[in-house]
């Protein structure tokens, strides 16, 4: 399982026209789920992302996590994330679940933050997605249970 955790001020995604979900101050996360992802890696990525320090203290140190900062979750599902270019021009997206197991790992995902007490708005699982955002630094964080 991969996650893209981007620090924003705002954020929000569209489907059709229709906002879908949106949030003030946290995190959008580009997540992506691959075969061998498990229960175990969606509680571990989870848990990694609640309790990251990524917003400044009084001191300007990175000493916060979101729980104590405050503010809400964007999650998109990504399977492009899975892309593999090693070869020609186009990506393969082999390495990437197909969407009978991906999506319930991405609510199972959703589901686990939230029990983090986050507020966790998301976009449609499959569904050509505009999203925009206000990237806060920008603070950018490559994140995988492997």
Known sequence: MKVVLQRSKAASVTVQGEVTGAIDSGYV????ITHEDTTE???YL???IANLRLWE?????MNHSILEHGGAILSVSQFTLY???KKGNRPSFTSAARPEMAAPLWETFNDALRGYGLQVETGIFGAMMDVALTNDGPVTILLESK
Not at 29 to 32: H, N, P
Not at 57 to 61: A, L, R
Request: glycine share 16%; aromatic share 0%; no cysteine.
């Open 41 to 43: 890696d969606v509680a």
């Open 83 to 85: 892309g593999d270019t």
């Open 46 to 48: 989870a848990k990694k």
């Open 29 to 32: 996360l580009l997540v992506g």
């Open 57 to 61: 203290d009084s001191e300007g140190k």
